[in-house]
């Protein structure tokens, strides 16, 4: 009886230290200093500026291609929407310029394209 006991108990803390390690070299922390986003294991960071908007696309760290690839934000400050179109712009960024409404309270909805994949949508709630 004490055996098992202590097999379950054994087992029941190697379940409990699961989950601090499944994370483990998964980060999805901004690296730009923008907001990150992650779906379909991509990771899609967007960096607002009044002048501009810049998207960086990662897959687990590395750079992810956004040549031939299309975006397209819809910008929500207030009672207003601006729409946007960001350009690739080398390497794994897309840039829109322009005048744009940031800070608290602004949502951004963006749906990108990357060449050869299936649309992507997130919402951003911007900082």
């Given at each position: 009886m004490k055996s098992i006991l202590l097999s379950l108990a054994v087992a029941s803390s190697?379940?409990?230290?699961t989950p601090a390690l499944a994370g483990a070299g998964h980060d999805h922390g901004p690296k730009y200093g923008g907001v990150?986003?992650?779906?379909h294991n991509v990771a899609y960071e967007l960096v607002a500026k009044p002048d501009s908007l810049t998207l960086y696309v990662s897959d687990h760290?590395?750079?992810?291609?956004?040549q031939g690839a299309t975006a397209e934000a819809a910008i929500y400050a207030g009672n207003g929407k601006t729409t946007v179109k960001l350009e690739p712009a080398g390497d794994n960024r897309m840039v829109a310029k322009g005048s744009f409404k940031v800070g608290v309270g602004v949502r951004v909805?963006?749906?990108t394209t990357l060449a050869g994949k299936v649309p992507a949508k997130t919402t951003f709630?911007?900082?």
């Open positions: 190697l379940f409990a230290a990150v986003r992650e779906l760290g590395k750079s992810v291609s956004t909805v963006l749906t709630k911007l900082k």
